[in-house]
């Protein structure tokens, strides 16, 4: 299994600004996954996150508005950038299982609220 | 790529009945099916899983069916408790699993 924390917890922010999340996993991981979960929504990936390399977004999500850091293989930074009141939501991290499974384990989230 | 279908959207049972999730799939190479209960407020937790090249698994109260000729596959709780009232998500793919919909099960007292 995985132990994941996220900070901020939650956040209120103005529309225009800029919020960066945190992802701290108490293993290295090789992947890791960024989604949104929308009020009473499903889970949408935003993008994988690889060490060393450029991270992968999903149709509809791009790097100039949601830039993504992975400086080693137990930290990852999601920027949500230029916010707006479309972009409240729950950002939630994710990993894979540390001994090699399909299974991922998810972080607490990040409850933002864009006014 | 993959796409998900959940259903029902909504559960509602008595305490002690049994409640089934159904979802299907649309890529026959999706290899890789959990299930995620997300109560209130809280992370999503993989509470079963199974893959493709197995019929069915067990976990005391709950089970999970995969159809791979029909590519769907179930969730079973049976005897539920009020304490399985949440949001179960179905998931499926070969790489990174795609979300269905969700099922907000609500259990009666």
């Known amino acids: 299994s995985a132990v994941i924390s996220q900070k901020p917890s939650r956040d209120i922010c103005q529309r225009g600004t800029s919020l960066t999340i945190q992802c701290q996993v108490d293993?290295?991981?090789?992947?890791m996954f960024w989604y949104r979960q929308q009020p009473g929504q499903s889970l949408t990936l935003i993008a994988t996150?690889?060490?060393?390399?450029?991270?992968?977004?999903e149709s509809g999500f791009v790097i100039d508005k949601f830039p993504i850091s992975r400086p080693n293989l137990t930290f990852s930074t999601l920027t949500v950038s230029n916010m707006s009141p479309e972009d409240s939501s729950i950002y939630l991290c994710?990993?894979?299982?540390?001994?090699?499974?399909?299974?991922?384990?998810f972080g607490p989230g990040t409850r933002l609220t864009v006014t | 790529g993959e796409n998900v279908e959940q259903h029902p959207s909504t559960l509602s049972v008595q305490e002690g009945d049994s409640a089934v999730i159904k979802c299907t799939y649309s890529?026959?190479?999706?290899?890789?099916f959990p299930w995620y209960k997300q109560e209130l407020g809280k992370r999503p937790q993989l509470i079963i899983d199974?893959?493709?090249?197995?019929g069915e698994k067990k976990d005391q109260r709950i089970a999970v069916t995969l159809n791979k000729t029909a590519k769907h596959f179930s969730l079973h709780i049976t005897e539920t408790q009020p304490e399985d009232s949440a949001v179960y998500f179905c998931?499926?793919?070969?790489?990174?699993?795609?979300f269905g919909r969700g099922t907000s099960l609500i259990v009666h007292p």
């Open positions: 994710s990993v894979e299982d540390p001994s090699g499974t399909d299974e991922q384990y």
């Open positions: 293993s290295q991981v090789t992947m």
């Open positions: 996150a690889n060490q060393g390399s450029e991270a992968t977004y």
């Open positions: 890529d026959s190479a999706s290899n890789y």
């Open positions: 199974i893959r493709s090249n197995v």
């Open positions: 998931a499926g793919g070969s790489y990174i699993p795609t």
